[in-house]
């Protein structure tokens, strides 16, 4: 009986173990095909630009549709999609010289209701063979760009001619302008927007049709500007001035990006896609045009340049497509990587996912990523988003992909809203609970440290606001947080001032009144060093003449010249400072503190040398140290002020700097034309060829580690092959 029992157990338990193993090994081979990562960005941490973070994900993929499971012929080219307030879906097959154009209209479902393939204006059928976006209208129409027939078609649902855009005669066009239209929007009072490939002036505007009067072209609307920097401007100034025929032919006009998508809110905001490399998405008001967000200095795709796992193949990252909801959020697409990109309001990246790089074969990757919209159905008391979905069409699969955001992306976005529209206090519960389920959500920290700012708890504000990173809010729980401590402690600041005043008062009066002299004559070596910050003079000549000067305290000069450069770095303000723990390196500061001045000293001995120098080099060492003081002193102060001041309130601490560093090269070059017994103008040359020596010598130094390098490998080679 027991032998049947254990028997039993043993075979129950083995399979435990099997079943395990199985579902264990499924997991495994699900997320290694895993075909894309969620990430997103942290803001302001080194700055040196934004630190990439993987996320948890916010979207995953509802399913992916093909002209199979619309049950219709296959689709030529999925060129575009776009949605109504209804729900249906809107797909466009630009068709070929073989096939048709057609629209293909979907219910909410994703169930076909009806295909249009042409146009019906009275007795004539309108096709459109190569149309390249379809829009659906608040007022239950469709607007069509008809690209090869350089025309925007307005038509109704059973695909019944209303109206269209033609090329319009008027003085605002150019003679050679190319009329291809690509985008068209409309807002609630009737005013079209259109978009023409190429065209840097921005969307053709058309005012609606009013009792008595047609449709009228009124402009260009918001055309991106060419932005210039003072390098720029000086280049281009000196080339006007001083013209010639080389420059002449050589020179070219800079021309504004064009927009690559355009879309409308339900405000009659309009919001731009541009194919560049910063500022891509603006938000242009109805009336002038003018960007309205802080969006010009933003950049909506990825940071580093990604490489095509294609041999000799490189892809550029273009946001051709653009989405915004009705809270403000912006989903930005890049056609190149299959990227999608969802930003708030303010600009502040929330996640990233899709991908595909031109080869995507997996749910959720794309080979073409040709348009992307957005189906979202909200409550309709509450207004609360009862379900998002992110459309993206493939133009090369003939694909739909339908993204769906999960239920984190549904806290995020709504906690995003509250924290935006000034609601921290609701919010904190919220991001606490986002923390739980992500650390690496950096808007989580500004809720939960605005939402402690409303409750003036300033000291958990700047915590929290210093763990996410977020120097503005910082500075806002600081200013509260100091001035609750100068009002309690002020008695004791106020006396402590005195003090310090008072001493120092006190100390210049009872101090003897000497010949300076006799002061260097009478100092020891380490009070030398330190009279050279008021007396570089005397202390130079003394170290001349009397073959003074320490090598060990100029030592301990340079351990704290290399150990300041360090605590400044990581006991700076937090509002002054960038620091990124995990890519600061102290070797690195070692090299550019300490290993610099060892630099100058070599490359200084040695020129100066052959051009007659009399210093010898531990003479040079100990002037170049000394003169580090300043420096040190300088990093002190700048410590101490930025742990005190408000970011408002440091800007004389870039005076400091500079002041700092005149005075520490002005000790220097009274040190090397006092050791090396020069005139000014040969110390300016030693010092021109000083610099051009150190460059040398880092060259040498590097192509020697290269040599040393390869002579390694081929020492491990031989060894290798003598082994075998």
């Known amino acids: 009986m027991t032998k049947k029992l254990l028997r039993r157990i043993a075979v129950f338990v083995l399979a435990l173990v099997i079943v395990a193993g199985t579902m264990l090994t499924a997991y495994a081979e699900s997320s290694q095909y895993v075909p894309y990562e969620s990430y997103t960005y942290w803001d302001d941490i080194s700055g040196l630009g934004r630190k990439l973070v993987y996320n948890r994900p916010m979207y995953e993929v509802k399913d992916v549709f093909n002209a199979k499971d619309f049950k219709i012929a296959e689709i030529t080219e999925l060129i575009d999609v776009c949605t109504d307030r209804k729900g249906n879906v809107y797909l466009l097959d630009c068709g070929s ?32 063979t190569g149309a390249h976006n379809v829009y659906a209208h608040t007022d239950g129409t469709l607007y069509l760009c008809d690209t090869e027939n350089a025309r925007v078609i307005n038509l109704d649902m059973d695909g019944n001619y209303i109206d269209e855009f033609v090329l319009p005669e008027s003085p605002l066009i150019p003679e050679d302008f190319d009329y ?7 807002d609630s009072e009737g005013y079209v927007y259109i978009l023409s490939e190429g065209s840097y002036y921005g969307a053709l505007l058309y005012a609606p049709a009013t009792s008595g009067t047609a449709k009228e072209f009124i402009g260009f609307y918001g055309a991106n500007t060419v932005t210039n920097n003072i390098l720029g401007a000086m280049s281009s100034l000196l080339k006007r001035m001083f013209p010639n025929n080389v420059k002449a032919s050589n020179s070219t006009r800079a021309l504004p990006y064009t927009f690559s998508d355009i879309v409308i809110d339900s405000q009659d905001f309009i919001y731009t896609a541009t194919d560049a490399q910063k500022g891509q998405i603006k938000k242009l008001n109805p009336g002038a045009g003018n960007n309205i967000i802080d969006s010009n200095d933003v950049n909506f795709a990825d940071d580093d340049i990604n ?10 990252q273009m946001i051709t497509g653009l989405e915004v909801d009705d809270d403000e959020f912006m989903y930005a697409l890049d056609s190149a990587y299959g990227r999608i990109f969802v930003y708030d309001s303010e600009c502040r990246m929330l996640t ?8 995507g074969t997996q749910k959720g990757t794309f080979e073409s990523a040709a348009a992307i919209a957005l189906k979202e159905q909200r409550d309709a008391e509450t207004k609360e988003v009862i379900s998002n979905e992110i459309l993206v069409a493939d133009k090369h699969n003939n694909t739909l992909t339908v993204f769906n955001r999960n239920d984190y992306g549904n806290l995020v976005t709504k906690l995003t809203r509250l924290t935006i529209d000034g609601d921290y206090i609701e919010s904190r519960e919220g991001w606490e609970k986002v923390l739980t389920l992500d650390k690496n959500l950096q808007i989580a920290y500004t809720g939960i440290a605005r939402a402690y700012l409303a409750e003036e708890r300033y000291e958990e504000a700047m915590e929290m606001a210093l763990e996410g990173y977020d120097r503005k809010t910082y500075a806002l729980a600081y200013e509260y947080h100091r001035q609750t401590l100068v009002s309690k402690y002020f008695i004791f600041i106020f006396i402590g001032i005195l003090l310090v005043v008072g001493g120092i008062i006190a100390y210049t009066l009872l101090r003897k009144k000497k010949k300076d002299e006799e002061i260097v004559k009478e100092k020891s070596e380490t009070k030398l060093a330190l009279t050279a910050l008021l007396h570089p003079g005397l202390v130079f000549e003394e170290i001349k003449e009397k073959k003074r000067g320490s090598v060990r305290v100029a030592l301990v000069i340079l351990l704290l010249f290399y150990v300041t450069a360090v605590l400044q770095t990581l006991w700076g303000g937090f509002l002054f400072t960038n620091f990124d723990p995990g890519s600061f390196n102290s070797l690195w500061v070692f090299v550019q503190s300490a290993g610099l001045v060892a630099l100058w000293v070599i490359s200084n001995w040695l020129v100066t040398t052959l051009f007659g120098g009399k210093g010898k080099i531990k003479e040079i060492f100990v002037v170049s140290c000394y003169s580090l003081m300043p420096l040190i002193v300088q990093r002190v102060i700048y410590i101490i002020l930025t742990n005190i001041l408000l970011d408002t309130e440091g800007s004389f601490l870039g005076i400091l700097t ?8 002005l000790i220097l070059v009274i040190g090397m034309m006092r050791i090396h017994e020069f005139t000014v103008m040969r110390f300016i040359g030693t010092t021109l060829l000083t610099i051009f020596g150190m460059a040398a010598i880092v060259f040498l130094m590097i192509l020697v580690g290269l040599l040393m390098q390869q002579l390694g490998g081929f020492i491990t080679t031989v060894i290798v092959e003598l082994i075998m």
């Open 658 to 665: 500079t002041v700092a560093m005149l005075y520490a090269g």
């Open 307 to 316: 490489r095509s796992f294609q041999v000799n193949t490189a892809y550029t």
């Open 180 to 186: 291809r239209p690509i985008k068209v929007v409309a």
């Open 352 to 359: 990233a996912f899709g991908g595909g790089m031109g080869s």
């Open 97 to 128: 010289n073989e096939t048709a154009a057609r629209i293909i209209i979907l219910d909410s479902e994703y169930n076909l209701i009806k295909e249009i393939s042409a146009v019906t204006k009275g007795e004539e059928k309108l096709t459109f």
